[in-house]
């Protein structure tokens, strides 16, 4: 009797609100025999419960996505498998989110417009035991040594707007965030919009996520 010895496919979770880039990310990985695309989720909230019931071994994860954003899905998935391996795929390149990637035991991270060279081989580092970042220098956002000051003058935020950006990077609600500035809820939601405006970003998720990527403001 023969003897199958092929080694078992790498199984893999695809986490991105945008079915185009899915649908692209599983035409180039279908067309490695040792790649498995178990699943797709549109969201963090429904890869977490994806990952209630089975562990793939690599995580691919965009990070802003409505509803629960990557940086947060990641954060509780690996609460939930400490051993998770998570490969972030963003069109955000600074060196801060790195460090915070890496601290919070995220095992890669590659720009969204990388090649499928690029894409394969982090994802056979990371399933074999190792981390791989490939963030450009001369491509990521200055928001390591610009400060807060040209980070401020980069999207005409006021000092208020600031405060508030600082603020719901602690997870502050509208609530939360009125009491302590002494105004009312209706104001902070006027700041908020006014801000999202000014940054080119929808919604609160976007907002965390940018007050999450820019910790020196």
């Not at 790498?10 to 991105?16: P, R, W």
């Not at 890496?102 to 190792?130: C, N, R, W, Y």
């Not at 009125?178 to 908020?192: C, G, K, N, Q, W």
Request: net charge neutral.
């Amino acid at each position: 009797m023969e003897i199958n010895h092929a080694e078992p496919k790498i199984s893999l979770l695809l986490v991105d609100d945008h079915q185009l880039f899915i649908d692209g990310l599983r035409s180039i990985l279908d067309k490695h025999t040792h790649f498995s695309v178990w699943r797709t989720a549109r969201d963090g909230r429904e890869a977490l419960q994806l990952l209630q019931h089975h562990t793939p071994d690599v995580v691919i994860m965009d990070l802003n996505m409505p509803r629960i954003d990557g940086q947060q899905a990641a954060a509780k998935a690996l609460s939930m498998h400490p051993g998770l391996k998570i490969l972030v795929v963003s069109m955000y390149y600074t060196t801060s989110l790195q460090a915070s990637l890496e601290t919070m035991g995220v095992s890669g991270f590659i720009p969204k417009d990388s090649d499928a060279t690029v894409l394969i081989q982090a994802i056979e580092k990371i399933h074999g035991g190792g981390h791989y970042f490939s963030i450009d220098p001369n491509r990521q956002m200055k928001d390591d040594d610009s400060g807060q000051k040209s980070i401020r003058q980069k999207y005409n935020l006021t000092k208020r707007e600031v405060e508030i950006i600082r603020l719901v990077r602690q997870n502050k609600t509208t609530q939360e965030i009125a009491e302590l500035l002494f105004v009312s809820p209706f104001t902070i939601e006027t700041h908020r919009r006014n801000i999202c405006t000014k940054l080119d970003i929808k919604g609160n998720n976007g907002l965390l996520l940018f007050a999450q990527q820019h910790l020196d403001i």
